[in-house]
């Protein structure tokens, strides 16, 4: 297998204020990374993927100026959550792609705005 | 149409007992397929991939009918331990890379 972190592991912030998750690929590069969200008894939603030096790619219905993302290297790419409302509140869970279908997630952020 | 979908359960059996999950997809250029497992409150962790000549793996068995545009899981001599949310996931290609689509998952409660 290998290893993908994220951090925090857990947010509670106050509506209004931005929060930056981070994602690494600990022992691989990884070009293309995933940002998912998934609500309560809900599936994993893909958000946007997230590419190595370019701009993401962002999925219908997915605010782009919202949920900034970047990947400036090859081991990270964060995900910014503009102007957390509660609505926001939700799991958030990255992955990042080893080899043409392999996906490695990391462990979620969960984060709950006030 | 959903492009995966899944019987959400509740599945409550038996410890021993086997349970099957079928997930059927919807879009033709569907190039791989998985069933990863998700704990409550943790994120999805690879069970096994899914091949067309069905694969076994302990206790466990994917089927993939390309056809019918279906894939199953056996679980055999359920534990405890295997209570979770069992995700059927498809990768779909695309231009550059690959799109992977989650089924919303099939609960699965095993009791002694």
Known sequence: GAVVSQHPSRVICKSGTSVKIECRSLDFQATTMFWYRQFPKQSLMLMATSNEGSKATYEQGVEKDKFLINHASLTLSTLTVTSAHPEDSSFYICSARKGLHEQFFGPGTRLTVL | ?112
Do not use: H
């Open chain 2, 1 to 112: 149409r959903k492009e995966v979908e899944q019987d959400p359960g509740p599945f409550n059996v038996p410890e021993g007992a086997t349970v099957a999950f079928n997930c059927t997809y919807s879009n033709s250029a569907s190039q791989s397929f998985f069933w990863y497992r998700q704990d409550c409150r943790k994120e999805p962790k690879l069970l096994m991939s899914v091949y067309s000549s069905g694969n076994e793996d302990g206790r466990f068995t994917a089927q993939l009918n390309r056809a019918s545009q279906y894939i199953s899981l056996l679980i055999r001599d359920s534990k405890l331990s295997d209570s979770a949310t069992y995700l059927c996931v498809v990768n779909i290609g695309s231009t550059g890379g690959f799109k992977t689509i989650f089924g919303a998952g099939t609960r699965l409660f095993v009791k002694a």
